[in-house]
């Protein structure tokens, strides 16, 4: 079964900067990839979606990226703010929707 | 509208209570999933359902039972739930069963099995 695993666990980063989360998956043939941001005890809020034809896509401040051949994908975040403050999530969907373990952002005014 | 939405927000009850979760969209999306989340864990997908049909069903006990009354409508039947059954309980949509389709979710429902 397909495998999601995402490093690091947790972050933490002065305003301003600028970061990268990464997201790995075992299974090369997924339909997409799908970027979650969820705020403690909330839903999750879509991000991005990423084809498996496609390379990578923006919105924002927001760019993520998706190498299907290594099995990796990252979510960079320019310019961080607090609002960003949140679990970050990566999704791979092959015969199902497969979750990583998230990586818990905390930006610092 | 780009809601899915659920009540209640939040559900406490006893272990011999049967309740029931809802979740609804009006996006047109013929594919809602239940997914089930603990806290510090990511979501773990329960049940599948496409064009109002259950077409996955992750092993999940029979206490929790689907149901899709039309196209827009799922909900989640609770009866006789164990303590470690207490989770955020997310649904969520695409316009066709998975592949390459964005899943939209909604806030969740809290639960607490006492």
């Known amino acids: 079964k397909q495998e999601v695993t995402q490093i690091p666990a947790a972050l933490s980063v002065p305003e301003g900067e600028n970061l990268v989360l990464n997201c790995s998956f075992t299974?090369?043939?997924?339909?997409?990839l799908q970027w979650f941001r969820q705020d403690p005890g909330k839903g999750l809020t879509s991000l991005l979606l990423?084809?498996?034809?496609?390379r990578e896509q923006t919105s924002g401040r927001l760019n993520a990226s998706l190498d299907k051949s290594s099995g990796r994908s990252t979510l960079y975040i320019a310019a961080s703010q607090p609002g960003d403050s949140a679990t970050y999530l990566c999704a791979g969907t092959l015969n199902d929707m497969r979750f990583g373990a998230g990586t818990r952002l905390t930006v610092k005014p | 509208d780009t809601e899915v939405t659920q009540t209640p927000k939040h559900l406490v009850m006893g272990m011999t209570n049967k309740k029931s979760l809802k979740c609804e969209q009006h996006m047109g999306h013929r594919a809602m999933y239940w997914y089930k989340q603990k806290a510090k864990k990511p979501p773990e997908l329960m049940f599948v359902?496409?064009?109002?049909?259950?077409?996955i069903n992750e092993s999940v006990p029979s206490r929790f039972s689907p149901e899709c009354p039309n196209s827009s409508l799922l909900n989640l039947h609770l009866h006789a739930l164990q303590p470690e059954d207490s989770a955020l309980y997310l649904c969520?949509?695409?316009?066709?069963?998975?592949?390459?389709?964005?899943?939209?979710f909604g806030p969740g429902t809290r639960l607490t099995v006492t």
């Open positions: 359902y496409s064009y109002e049909k259950l077409s």
């Open positions: 990423i084809q498996s034809s496609q």
């Open positions: 969520a949509s695409s316009p066709r069963d998975l592949g390459a389709y964005e899943q939209y």
């Open positions: 299974d090369s043939a997924i339909y997409n």
